[in-house]
Structure formats: structure tokens, C-alpha cells
């Protein structure tokens, strides 16, 4: 196994684990549902899963969250540039979506670029491609480690105003917020 792929795994064990590990949980106010390892029943629905979520093996949770939010959005692309920005958009793409996730680290760099001089724009699409990566690569050699504490500062900002928004609008969120800030939104 490659460094990058244990590095993966370390980041999927995490995210596992905060999202509650092998406890089934099926809270009503949860717009996921029932939820096991991190994956809704839609989602292991989806994924060719028939039986109990109770049941849902491990194995297959770790595929469909490696498919679903690390290969598919290329997470484990930023990943191999820089464990913790990987972890950070990993986490945030399974709990909020990859698309948002993605969209946090474009709207990011797109801020730091200082008028531009550094790295090309890049198109706010939620899609991690090659221009993105180049993007966070200049980024990266440019502002080094201080760069990186900026860019994970900022995700957690705009995490929490997310789930600021969120318990806002639905007050069946409420509920929730304690622990996204707590869980999710790291200090």
C-alpha cells in the first residue's frame, strides 16, 4: 500500500469514527436517515446494498465512502499534495457534500490569489480538476505552511456559518449543532 493510500486510510478511519463507527443510528430529525459507518441507507442503496443498514459491512461502508468522496471528487488528489487539506475535504464532503466541500477550497484560493498573479482563477464549479490542483500546488509554494493554516482556518469558518445557516432555517437542526461545531469544525 502506498503512502498516499494508508494516508487515505487514516483519513477514512477518522471520518468513520466520527460519524458514529459501526453504531447504526436512525435518528428522526436527520434528514440522512438510517446511517451506519457514515453511509445513509440511500447511499448504500445506491451502491447495489439490500440488506439491514445493521448489517452493512465495513469493508463495503470504506468502499463507498473511498468511491463516493475521495475518488470521484479527486479528494484523495489534494490528499497526496497535503494530508491535512485532504482530510479536511474528505470530512467535510461526506458530512456536507463533495460538491460543497469542493466549492469551499475554489472560493478559498480564488481569495488568496492576491489579484490573481499567482495561479490562474479558477471557475467556482464544486469539480477538483487539474486546474484546481495547480491552484493549490502555487498556493502551497507560495504561502507555504502558513497557507495551509489559512486555507483549514477558512474551511472551518466556513463550516460553521454553514451550520449556522442550517440550524437557522430549520430549527429541527438545532439540535445538531452542538456537535457539528464540537465534531466537525476543528480548532
Same mark, same amino acid.
Given at each position: &500500500?502506498?503512502?498516499? @493510500?494508508? +494516508?487515505?486510510?487514516? =483519513? ?7 460519524? %458514529? ?8 430529525? *436527520? ?10 441507507? #440511500? ?10 443498514? $445493521? ?5 463495503? /461502508? ?8 475521495? *475518488?470521484?471528487?479527486?479528494? !484523495?488528489?489534494?490528499? /497526496?499534495?497535503?494530508?491535512?487539506? !485532504? ?8 458530512? &456536507? ?13 480564488? #481569495?488568496?490569489? @492576491? %489579484? ?20 493549490? $500546488? ?8 502558513? %497557507?495551509? =493554516?489559512?486555507?483549514? +482556518? ?14 437557522? &432555517?430549520?430549527?429541527?437542526?438545532? $439540535?445538531?449543532?452542538? !456537535? ?6 476543528? &480548532?
Amino acid at each position: &500500500m502506498s503512502a498516499v @493510500d494508508q +494516508r487515505i486510510e487514516r =483519513i477514512l478511519d477518522a471520518v468513520m469514527a466520527t460519524e %458514529g463507527g459501526a453504531r447504526t443510528t436512525n435518528d428522526p430529525a *436527520d434528514a440522512g436517515g438510517e446511517t451506519r459507518f457514515g453511509i445513509t441507507e #440511500a447511499m448504500a442503496r445506491a451502491n447495489g446494498y439490500t440488506g439491514a443498514m $445493521r448489517n452493512l459491512p465495513e469493508s463495503l /461502508a470504506r468502499a463507498i465512502l473511498r468511491k463516493q468522496y475521495i *475518488d470521484a471528487p479527486r479528494f !484523495g488528489d489534494v490528499a /497526496a499534495i497535503n494530508a491535512a487539506l !485532504g482530510a479536511e475535504l474528505i470530512d467535510t464532503g461526506v458530512n &456536507m457534500g463533495p460538491v460543497v466541500a469542493a466549492t469551499f477550497l475554489q472560493r478559498l484560493l480564488n #481569495a488568496f490569489n @492576491d %489579484g490573481g498573479g499567482h495561479y490562474a482563477a479558477l471557475r467556482i464549479d464544486g469539480c477538483i480538476g487539474g486546474v484546481t490542483l495547480d491552484a493549490l $500546488r502555487a498556493f502551497i509554494r507560495w504561502r507555504g505552511p502558513q %497557507g495551509i =493554516i489559512a486555507l483549514l +482556518r477558512g474551511f472551518n469558518g466556513l463550516q460553521a456559518t454553514r451550520y449556522l445557516a442550517i440550524a437557522e &432555517m430549520n430549527p429541527s437542526q438545532r $439540535r445538531f449543532l452542538l !456537535g457539528w461545531l464540537l465534531n466537525r469544525v476543528a &480548532m
